[in-house]
């Protein structure tokens, strides 16, 4: 195995950062492929917290190289902050990556004041900066190369957007941190090539997850990329054949932060618990996460797309303080039952789960070192999980630190 793929299944925050983190030691390139600054990994390293939006996880590890993929839209200004104290010379920055600037940010704190369908983003300017993308008016990292061009570039870029902002001002207050990374932008998709045919071990890091997906998450209730192994070989630039294994990554229940249909979601008390002790608040924006039971439909509409071949169940020990845990297996949509998610946002809005029960532990289970040691009725609901999702649990997080997780070496336990 020379490549793998981390996805989360979810919507976005299943704990990937923490996964990533104990993994990325193994791999000699870290690779963001998707999104920018509205992602939030975090991860613990020498002694230390480190929330990273724009970086790949191992930049905390001297030995990784971490690219910045062609299909991102990088932020100078969130990179320039999240550098400080890590080794540039880590890093790897797509010359075809698009750049996301200020004005990009303000039209998406606009956009979600005035339109009638709030989507409860970031308000990173992730969604602008794509269409900026898509409507081929874009500046690239390569641009920063030759800052008179970039100048150029961004009057151009500024007057086609009707925006108020002064590029020469911005590239001028920029240029000693541009002329700081400019070594480090390159071609990407030749350098992974090259990396992959020297038979380096390439870890691809996803941000966000599926059910946020642009086309098979809850459109328009998603981010602006996509999180799925399968863009993989389009926004890096690389055969879909080097893209081998893939790692899903699912919570032990379901958040969600920001508008959208969530059909498992509870409220009151419990989902409160809950928020508490998973900590279930936004690394990017701190908003307080929506909380619901695990819902098997959507993971296997998931794991159908993205192919992945193992999972890991995260945030395990939050559900010790439950009396009885509920998984949805179907949902009823008109009086009729489905194991579709629906394509139409308002249709998965009344979505009725079909839940099974089973009952909790009760007990806690941060100290378990290995699956024997898990209470029955936590083997009972993950070999639950296992047989819904067809696909083996490889590890289990059962608790924040780096050594609280387990690794089943076999999966006849
Ligand atoms: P955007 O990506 O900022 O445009 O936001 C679009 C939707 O994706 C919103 O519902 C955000 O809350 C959600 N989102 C974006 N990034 C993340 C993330 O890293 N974790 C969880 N949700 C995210």
Known sequence: MNTLSIVGLQFGDEGKGKIT???????????????????????YANGQKYVLHVLPTGIVHPH???????????????LQKELQGFNVSQLRISDRAHLLFPFHQQLDAQSEQTTTQKIGTTQKGIGPAYQTKTSRIGIRVGSLKDLSRLKLELKQLVSSLGVTFDGDAYVEQMKEFIAKIVPFITDTSYEIYQAYQQKKRILFEGAQGVMLDLDHGTYPYVTSSHPTPSSIPVDIGLPPSYIQEALGIVKAYTTRVGEGPFPTEIFGEEAEKIRKTGNEYGSTTGRPRRIGHLDAVMLQHAIRMTGVNQIAITLLDVLSMVDTIKICVAYELNGQRTQLVPSHASDVAKLKPIYETLPGWKVPIQDCKSFMELPKEAKTYLHRI???????IRFISNGPKREQLIERTHHHD
Do not use: E, W
Not at 21 to 41: E, K, T
Not at 68 to 77: K, P
Not at 386 to 392: C, F
């Open 21 to 43: 983190d104990s993994l990325s030691h193994q791999f000699d390139y870290v690779v963001r492929y998707q999104g920018g600054h509205n992602a939030g990994h975090t991860v």
């Open 386 to 392: 296992q047989s819904l999702l067809g696909v083996p």
């Open 64 to 78: 990784t190289i971490n690219v910045l993929g062609t299909g991102m839209v990088i932020s100078l200004d969130a």
